[in-house]
């Protein structure tokens, strides 16, 4: 399984999976803060990540539409 947190989640949830054998990327590693969620959503797409997030408020929408 190949995890992408975005900024919502605290890079410590990414060191502990990692170091559990996750394959795990931060928006922070990927050098992506501040990117809109339709870019995160597109990135973690495009690199087979299941993106993981605290705001469901926004993505419910986006992955509905996708």
């Given at each position: 399984?190949?995890?992408y947190l975005d900024e919502n989640i605290p890079v410590i949830f990414c060191t502990t999976l990692?170091?559990?054998g996750?394959?795990?990327l931060t928006t922070q590693q990927a050098g992506h803060l501040g990117?809109?969620?339709v870019q995160q959503l597109a990135f973690a797409?495009?690199?087979g990540r299941a993106l993981v997030?605290?705001?469901r408020k926004d993505f419910?929408?986006?992955v509905q539409q996708w």
């Open positions: 399984m190949k995890l990692a170091a559990h996750v394959d795990c990117l809109s969620d797409t495009t690199e997030t605290f705001n419910l929408p986006l």
